[in-house]
C-alpha cells in the first residue's frame, strides 16, 4: 500500500521535490486576497480550472463599499471582479457611478490649474481687485443661471 504526500506549488508536486515553490522574482509582489466577503463553510477543491478567467468566472468576486460622500453620508456600491484588470485604477472606476464623478471633478479641477497657470488674462484679473470682484459676480450669475435651469 502506497501513500502519497503532496505539497503546495504551481501544479500538484510531491514533497520530496525541491521545486515545490518557486519564489516569487524580487520585481514582482504578489497579493492574497479573499475575492469576496462572503467565508466559506467549508473549503472545497476545484478541479479542471486551468486559467485565471475561469477562477473568475468559478467565483464571481465582488466586494460591498461604503463610500463617503462629501455630506457625511453612506453611498452603497457592489463591484465585481471579471478580470485581473478590474483591480486596477480605471477598472474599478469604469464600474462606479460615485469614483466616476470623483474623477471627473478631478479633472475639471486640473483644468482649472492649468488654466490658471497658463491663461494671462486671467492671472491679470485675479490680481486686480477690482477685476476679481468682477470675474467673482460673473462667476456667481452663472451658477444662479445653471441652478435655475437645472430645476426646469
Not at 501544479?11 to 524580487?26: G, R, W, Y
Not at 463591484?79 to 485604477?89: I, P, R, S
Request: without cysteine; negative net charge.
Amino acid at each position: 500500500m502506497s501513500t502519497n504526500t503532496y505539497g503546495l506549488g504551481g501544479t500538484e508536486v510531491k514533497l520530496d521535490s525541491n521545486e515545490a515553490i518557486q519564489e516569487i522574482p524580487q520585481n514582482k509582489t504578489l497579493f492574497v486576497e479573499k475575492l469576496t466577503s462572503d467565508t466559506p463553510i467549508k473549503p472545497e477543491i476545484i478541479k479542471g480550472i486551468k486559467t485565471v478567467e475561469e477562477v473568475f468566472e468559478h467565483y464571481k468576486p465582488q466586494v460591498n463599499i461604503d463610500f463617503e460622500t462629501n455630506d457625511g453620508t453612506t453611498q452603497k456600491e457592489i463591484l465585481q471582479f471579471k478580470n485581473l484588470g478590474d483591480f486596477g485604477v480605471k477598472g474599478i472606476t469604469n464600474q462606479s457611478p460615485f469614483l466616476k464623478d470623483l474623477s471627473t471633478e478631478k479633472d475639471q479641477y486640473i483644468r482649472i490649474i492649468k488654466q490658471l497657470k497658463t491663461n494671462k488674462i486671467l492671472k491679470a484679473a485675479l490680481t486686480d481687485n477690482e477685476a476679481k470682484e468682477a470675474l467673482k459676480n460673473a462667476i456667481k450669475g452663472l451658477l444662479e443661471e445653471l441652478n435655475q435651469t437645472k430645476d426646469l
